[in-house]
Structures are given as C-alpha cells and as structure tokens.
C-alpha cells in the first residue's frame, strides 16, 4: 500500500520507519523536502535528523506534503497539534475522499510546561481537521501513547492498553482498526463513536503528561478495564 506519513519529527519517523518494515510503499511529507534533508542537527527528542534516519529506513522517500498525499490509499498526520491544520492545507484537495490517520495533539507550550490544551471541552483538533477538510475521512487514534508504543504496544508486556478510534466514517473506523491490530500489534481497540469523541482522548494529554513526570518514562499506556 502506498502510505504518506505527514510530518518529520521523531513520531512521523517512527511510525514510517514500522510501515516499510511490513512492506509498504511510505512517502514523509514535508513542507520542503530539500531543507528537511540538509538538517544535519539530532530532531527535538534526540532521534537522528531525516537524511541519516533514512539509512535505516529502506522503502520511505521524502516529498511535499502534496505529493506524499497524492497517490496514497492512507495519510498519517504526526505533526505537532498547532501545525496539522496548516500542514493538511499543504495537502489540500489530494485529501479528498482520503482515510486520515489523526495522531496529533492540541499541546500549547507557549506558558511552559506543563502545556495546556489550545483547544478543549467544546471542540477538538480532530473536529477541526474534519471541519477543514469535510471530504476527507479523519479517523483520531495513537494520540494517548508515546510513539515507540504506537508501533509496539508489546513492549509494554502482556497487560497492553487500550487503544480508541473516533471519526464520522464507520468504514474508514474498521480500516483503521485493521490497520491497529494486524500491522501494529493492538489487541483492545474501542470506536468512541463520532469524531467529537477525539475531545476525550485529546484531554487525556495533560493526565498523560504528569504521568509522564511522576514515572520518569513515556513507556505506558492507559488500560481499559471492564
């Protein structure tokens, strides 16, 4: 299948460097790929800049975020939450009637840390996209977890969490749920029903951030129990 994955920092590449391992055809879109692959300096996490990691990344080339979206049957957005709106614009119509794999978050940095959320309670960043975008199909999902366990949620042992998908379309839902648990390895995944049900998992980020800080490590995840 060919797939774009929007976005170049360490998310984007994790989740590019697990789809050409199962043998897909993976395009990173960027604003400027021939920028991209001059930087030289490590990504925001420490993760290899974008010419070097493709070394390791057989399978996955570089392009406009249009052009990553152009032939693709399947379009992730792992870019950060203030840049998806701008970032699927650079995608424009090549969207339409396209699966989007929403991954992103509505995280505000601009007071410090902790972030607070930009938008919440009566709307979300998935809604926005949708809104934006109304011929696309934006399915939220891997929002909640960090990006090694969006790939391999084994790696948290045999007590693996729970994994939801929101979005309009219930066809685009179940094929991104393929997608969860037969090229990722998820064994729970719950449909939260329509896309406003991306307000519930995008205001788990503030809880999964003290988290974070409280364990000293991003390696967890949030069981449903039942």
Do not use: C, Y
Not at 44 to 60: I, M, N, Q
Not at 118 to 145: C, H, M, W, Y
């Amino acid at each position: 299948m060919k797939i774009a994955v929007l976005g170049t920092g360490m998310v984007g590449k994790t989740i590019a460097h697990k789809l050409a391992s199962l043998g897909h055809d993976v395009a990173l879109g960027t604003r400027d790929p021939a920028a991209t692959l001059a930087k030289t300096e490590p990504g925001a996490f420490g993760d290899p800049p974008v010419a070097a990691w493709l070394e390791s990344a057989p399978g996955v080339a570089v392009a406009t975020f249009a052009d990553a979206v152009r032939d693709a049957a399947l379009v992730f957005v792992a870019t950060k939450g203030d840049a998806t709106l701008a970032v699927l614009e650079g995608a424009g119509a090549a969207l339409d009637g396209k699966i989007v794999v929403d991954i992103s978050n509505p995280l505000d940095f601009s007071r410090g840390m902790p972030p607070r959320l930009f938008v919440s309670n009566d709307d979300s960043l998935g809604e926005q996209a949708q809104r934006a975008f109304p011929k696309a199909k934006i399915v939220k999902t891997l929002n909640i977890v960090s990006a090694p366990v969006m790939v391999a949620p084994s790696l948290l042992g045999e007590a693996q969490p729970t994994m939801f998908v929101s979005g309009n379309d219930a066809d685009a839902k179940r094929q991104v749920t393929q997608v969860l648990t037969e090229w990722l390895g998820w064994e729970q995944v719950i449909d939260l029903g329509d896309i406003t049900t991306a307000r519930g998992t995008e205001m788990l980020l503030p809880l999964w951030v003290r988290a974070f800080g409280a364990l000293g490590t991003p390696m967890f995840g949030f069981r449903l129990v039942r």
